[in-house]
Nanobody, 123 residues
Framework: QVQLVESGGGLVQTGGSLKLSCAAS????????MGWFRQAPGKEREFVAA????????YYADSVKGRFTISRDNAKNTVYLQMNNLKTEDTAVYYC????????????????WGQGTQVTVSS
């Protein structure tokens, strides 16, 4: 069992930045690929980014590539999402998740989820 707690969300203006954190406890954090997803009102939860266990590989949705950066600190059992040049369409609840198996882009392939943190980007 892995418990995940996100933080760092808030209200920011277009073009601003936020850094989300996700603190993990429980089973060995370093053994999991970690992902970030988001869900806007009335929309399905969508993939944002993922990072391999040793940070060698990162994966991004096209919509955030070049603006968002995922990272992790295994010593702190924490994964981060640095979000720059935010746009109104980035407004959503952001979730971190621990991957189980299969494609990193599918919500169904993640075993554990946090409760989410709200990000609101105003124009």
């Amino acid at each position: 069992q892995v418990q995940l707690v996100e933080s760092g969300g808030g209200l920011v203006q277009t073009g601003g930045s936020l850094k989300l954190s996700c603190a993990a406890s429980g089973r060995t954090f370093s053994g999991y690929v970690m992902g970030w997803f988001r869900q806007a009102p009335g929309k399905e939860r969508e993939f944002v980014a993922a990072i391999s266990q040793n940070s060698v590989y990162t994966y991004y949705a096209d919509s955030v590539k070049g603006r968002f950066t995922i990272s992790r600190d295994n010593a702190k059992n924490t994964v981060y999402l640095q979000m720059n040049n935010l746009k109104t369409e980035d407004t959503a609840v952001y979730y971190c998740a621990a991957h189980r198996s299969g494609s990193y882009y599918s919500t169904g392939n993640y075993a554990y989820w946090g409760q989410g943190t709200q990000v609101t980007v105003s124009s």
